[in-house]
Nanobody, 128 residues
Framework: QVQLVESGGGSVKAGGSLRLSCVAS????????MGWFRQAAGKEREVVAV?????????YYADSVKGRFTISQDAAENTVYLQMNSLKPEDTAVYYC????????????????????WGQGTQVTVSS
């Protein structure tokens, strides 16, 4: 079992920044990749960013957030972060961290097998 707890959501104006945190606990063998996903009202959940939980910490991003969002990790604290800059109203969504999934990076970041473990989600609202 894996437990994921997100924090850091809130309301900001367009152009602002937020940093989300996700603390993971439980079976480390299930947490090879950690990802941030989001779901806007009336839309399907989509992947935002993925990080390989290893010393290389390779990262992957959805085209919609490249250059604005940064996923990172603090392995010692079992925490994954999502730094969101230059926020736009279309970034408004509930953001979830998740793990135990498969994906491909090309031609675009795409989930192959959905995550088995999800956090509870944190709301991000960006006003114009």
């Amino acid at each position: 079992q894996v437990q994921l707890v997100e924090s850091g959501g809130g309301s900001v104006k367009a152009g602002g920044s937020l940093r989300l945190s996700c603390v993971a606990s439980g079976d480390a063998s299930r947490r090879g990749y950690m990802g941030w996903f989001r779901q806007a009202a009336g839309k399907e959940r989509e992947v935002v960013a993925v990080i390989l939980k290893s010393s290389s910490a390779t990262t992957y991003y959805a085209d919609s957030v490249k250059g604005r969002f940064t996923i990172s990790q603090d392995a010692a604290e079992n925490t994954v972060y999502l730094q969101m800059n230059s926020l736009k109203p279309e970034d408004t969504a509930v953001y979830y961290c998740a793990t135990d999934f498969t994906f491909r990076a090309l031609p675009a970041l795409t989930i192959i097998r959905p995550p088995k473990y999800w956090g509870q989600g944190t709301q991000v609202t960006v006003s114009s």
